[in-house]
């Protein structure tokens, strides 16, 4: 008796997966079928909407839940960069791409000038 429940609920979870699917292509359907950007915006973001419910009734849909929560407890833990180091870190990136910039012109060019010798292009 335990696995004909189990088979049913898997089942069950399957035709809602696939609802769920075919929801969210319908209302990829329905932007792409109306002319209007108003009707388009609202048949995409109801579709996705009622797909996200029917998603969050499922099983794997409350793991997904209860990952995301999970997700936002662990983001506020993170110590993020005060706006002086954001700004320094982004002046190093800044000054180090503009002298691998450099570099890499200049091994062009000499790579361009031993092409030319070799090949008795050049002048």
């Known amino acids: 008796m335990d696995t004909k429940q ?3 609920n898997n089942m069950l979870e399957i035709f809602k997966l696939s609802g769920v699917l075919g929801i969210f292509i319908a209302g990829v359907v329905g932007f792409y079928y109306f002319d209007s950007d108003l009707y388009s915006a609202i048949v995409l973001l109801a579709s996705f909407v009622l797909g996200i419910v029917i998603l969050f009734q499922t099983e794997r849909g409350q793991i997904l839940k209860s990952f ?5 407890v662990e983001l506020r833990k993170v110590v993020w960069p005060t706006r002086e ?7 190093m990136v800044l ?4 002298i ?17 010798f070799l090949t008795g292009q050049g002048v």
């Open 6 to 8: 189990i088979s049913q």
């Open 68 to 72: 995301i929560l999970g997700s936002r």
């Open 85 to 91: 180091e954001t700004i320094q870190t982004t002046i």
């Open 95 to 98: 000054i180090f791409a503009m």
């Open 100 to 116: 691998m910039g450099v570099f890499f012109w200049l091994l062009d060019m000499f790579l361009l000038w031993l092409t030319r």
